[in-house]
């Protein structure tokens, strides 16, 4: 049997003829439109002389022709490496360099400028895909041929790289393997029920792992299709349940549908299957949702490294709060941070995994991949959690003051780091606040020399040029001084705790 990602897909397929993808315009693409593209995109890069094991970096927008990218590579040996659309010129530049791609695919309006980047001098090309499809990748596939013997592929081979943030200097990337994500897929397909009669919309990114991988991967594996649209839009996604079975999603998707009157039993009368991940869903939310419809939220939790973790169950108890059980084939304990000792039920610690779904290490990083998994083979996630006497967890925290803030990690430390260094800054902390649309807000606290003239707007106009949109600050607040206990660490948890009614 076959160990290559796309063919083991390809071995749940349905006929070509039937329907894989619809976008908002009404477009279809079978899945044996789906077999030819990709075919055309993967020649494309055999001719831009990407190798197996080669990767290619790829920021762009959300498109078929996106998806049919990430496809490509896969069936041509490569390592697709999906880049956030928000993500700076000066961001992109660490990427390109950190993980040495041999071809670039990146929007038409930014290609010399990326083709410019010192780091981009060892690229073989940097190619274009607009929101469209069209682009200058897109006229090499339409000449190529629409036949392709898929390269082939070991079942630990790399077949995707997705970056994620450190809590200290830069990003680090994270290695999955053919066998991570097929193996992911099979669990979910049958775990969630789904089958050839599935219509899942999907207005998820597809930079994400849960937009790329866990909804993507999952209709594939199934033989299903998705109504594709380049974003999240309540009304129209509600306009399109009723052609629709199930949707995946994070909490500011339910939260905005929860603000349109129509919400009701009759507009969700065919939809069976209601997920959400990538932050946490308030229990308020979860009730409400379920008050106006009938259905009960479906809340997992995953991560970049490892996919899917766990998840509440199809049949039985739902339960607000919690992320559910293990996932089948997946081993999960709850131990201490500092000696790995397993804790009893009930106990807090820190969540380790273990399973094919978890990632193979960093990229260029062993000694950090060393130090994130114990010595028989768990992974640590960073995320605080407990498992109560029924089998539920929950996650209560995260080590190392992560962020989480519509569905995207951000890590204080970087923030910090471009504000303390503008002119007048003496230092910043960096802080999520409950929010009822991002999980969690990101929120910085100042603290400025004396006559600095900066002000709110100011900082975040300037970190506009440097970060991510999901990483900046939604509100900064000044003080005279940060909070330290008596070693001099700045005490984070009263800087939360005085500013906890910010976001309502």
Known sequence: MTTALYRRLAGRFPAAATRFLETADGAVTTYGDLERETAKLANALVGLGVEPGDRVAVQVDKSPRALFLYLACVRAGAVYLPLNTAYTLAELAYFIGDAEPSVVVCRPSVREAV????????????????ADGSGSLADRAAAESAAFADVPRAADDLAAIL???????????????????????????????????????????????????????????????????PKFDAREVLSLMPRATSMMGVPTFYTRLLEMPELDREATRTMRLFVSGSAPLLAETHRAFEARTGHRILERYGMTETNMNTSNPYDGERRAGTVGFPL?????????????????????????????????????????????????GFFITGDVATIDADGYVTIVGRAKDLI?????????????????????VVESAV????????????????????????????VIGALKQRLAAYKLPKRVFFVDELPRNAMGKVQKNVLRDTYAGTYG
């Open 431 to 458: 802080i999520g606040l409950p929010h009822k649309d991002f999980g969690e807000g990101v929120t910085a606290v100042v603290v400025l020399e004396k006559g600095a003239s900066l002000d709110e707007a100011s």
């Open 404 to 424: 989480i803030s519509g569905g995207f990690n951000v890590y204080p430390k970087e923030v910090e780091g471009e504000i303390d260094a503008m002119e007048g």
């Open 163 to 229: 970056y994620t943030s450190g809590t200290t200097g830069r990003s680090k990337g994270a290695m999955l393997t053919h066998e991570n994500l097929w193996s992911n897929a099979e669990v979910l397909v049958d775990y969630w029920r789904f089958t050839g009669d599935d219509v899942l919309i999907h207005a998820l990114p597809v930079y994400h792992t849960h937009g790329l991988f866990v909804a993507t991967n999952t209709i594939l594996a199934a033989g299903a299709s998705m109504i594709f649209l």
């Open 115 to 130: 083709a410019a980047l010192p780091e981009a001098a060892g690229v073989r090309a940097v190619e274009t895909l607009d």
């Open 328 to 376: 089948p084939g997946i081993s999960v304990r709850i131990a201490d941070p500092e000696t790995g000792r397993e804790l009893p039920r009930g106990e807090i610690g820190v969540i380790e995994v273990k399973g094919p779904n978890v990632f193979k290490g960093y990229w260029r990083m062993p000694e950090k991949t060393a130090a994130e998994f114990r010595p028989d």
